[in-house]
DNA sequence: TGGGTGATGGACT
DNA sequence: GTCCATCACCCAC
């Protein structure tokens, strides 16, 4: 499944997380797992500003057995269990030692949707199989094992398939969640595509 | 070593 | 709108 859509390595070395974020927006991400390929088109994100950012996990510099791989090169994974429930997929961006990383809130499924919906336990396709970071992790079989895994390689990867989106294709506002991070929680870092059904809300 | 908490989702009123 | 499952993580003690 490798070809060259795939995203190159200096998409994810760039050092604007808010830019990085916007350009996920329309990407592919599949994943191959036993020999199933899932996969679906990126249509929420939000942005995470390393160690300036009360929202982030790494505010303040902080480097734990957690955060770490938020500190290498980007163009790996960040999975983390959040509430106990759900795992939350990342992208790391950045060069070496700044810690950021793009969540992604939300997928349009396009490939393997019977195995997604078996996932999820689901029999029809509604915006619940994918539209929240815990659901489309489910659906895409992500779980802690794809921590600090390369998006470059076989198991996980991000296509750019041409899909174009211009500045009005694209709603700007606050991230979900993040209230305990008081000023930061009101800064513009989360980013959807407008009127898509798989974003997790308005 | 203990306890509060969280980048959520689903069930229910 | 409300409630809460469920547990890794983190930091204060």
Known sequence: MK???QLPKYFYLQDDVQWVAQQLLGKVIYTSINGLVTGGIIVETE???GITDKASHA????FTERTKVMYG????SYVYLCYGIHYLFNVVT???DVPQAVL???????VGLDYMLKRRNMEVLTPRLSAGPGTLTQALGIAGNFNGKSLS????????VGISLDEQDIVVSTRIGVEYAKED???PWRYYIKGNRFVSRK
């Open 185 to 187: 929680a009101l800064l």
């Open 73 to 76: 090169e980007g163009g790996v």
């Open 47 to 49: 942005a995470y500003n």
């Open 104 to 110: 992604v809130r939300g997928i349009e499924p396009i």
């Open 153 to 160: 390689g076989d198991d996980i990867w991000i296509e750019d």
């Open 3 to 5: 070809n060259n859509k």
């Open 59 to 62: 505010y303040g510099r902080r």
């Open 94 to 96: 950045g060069p070496i």
